[in-house]
């Protein structure tokens, strides 16, 4: 069965800081789709980035990055000198073919930034 | 171009009435999903929408929840009737009907029931 486990549930840092949020997967299927969100605290969800399962390039955007291994089926994003605007909660998610196309989200890790 | 447009965007409602909730996606997306969040169960699938037909509704926790899609700009999901265990937040989503299409979510509509 699909799965995406966030296994951290809180994480604190201070403003300046770097922070790696962890997501691991687990799928049967060779094509997949792999997603960020961020959930700031007015409540909308945003799209961060879309992986797919073909390539494990990583990805850097600004202060964002990305490292997607699947040897041990992880997508992990790296947020470089966090700041107090980055304190959210981020979901990661799993888009899988079945009939259709589903995606599926981990249970997400909350970031708290202090200043 | 407009986003997925929700509403209500908050409704507050005494158990055992009925709820529905309205969502228009994004023009030319052919999925439209919607979701549940709570504090205890995160972001669950409900349903999706695939050229307004209903592909999966296994996330679809009982009977008193409906979800309609009648033409490609509209649905709804109806709770009726609805109890407290109901509150949560209701995201509807769309995407492209490509495969592994980013899906793009509404605001919500937050659901509170008394």
């Known amino acids: 069965a699909q799965k995406v486990t966030q296994a951290q549930t809180e994480i604190s840092v201070v403003e300046k800081e770097d922070v790696t949020l962890d997501c691991v997967y687990e799928t049967r299927d060779t094509t997949y789709y792999l997603f960020w969100y961020k959930q700031p605290p007015s409540g909308e969800l945003v799209f961060l980035i879309r992986r797919n399962s073909f390539d494990e390039q990583n990805e850097i955007s600004g202060r964002y990055s990305w490292n997607f291994q699947k040897s041990t089926s992880s997508f992990n994003f790296t947020i470089t000198a966090s700041q107090v605007v980055d304190s959210a909660v981020y979901f990661c998610a799993l888009g899988y073919p079945t009939g259709g196309f589903k995606t599926i989200f981990g249970a997400g890790t909350r970031l708290f930034v202090k200043a | 171009d407009a986003g997925v447009i929700q509403s209500p965007r908050h409704e507050v409602t005494e158990m055992g009435q009925e709820v529905t909730l309205r969502c228009k996606p994004i023009s030319g997306h052919d999925y439209l999903f919607w979701y549940r969040q709570t504090m205890m169960r995160g972001l669950e699938l409900l349903i999706y929408f695939n050229n307004n037909v209903p592909i999966d509704d296994s996330g679809m926790p009982e009977d008193r929840f409906s979800a309609k899609m009648p033409n490609a700009s509209f649905s709804t999901l109806k709770i009726q009737p609805s109890e407290p265990r109901d509150s949560a937040v209701y995201f509807c989503?769309?995407?492209?009907?490509?495969?592994?299409?980013?899906?793009?979510f509404g605001e919500g509509s937050w659901l509170t029931v008394v």
């Open positions: 989503a769309s995407s492209l009907n490509r495969a592994g299409n980013t899906i793009y």
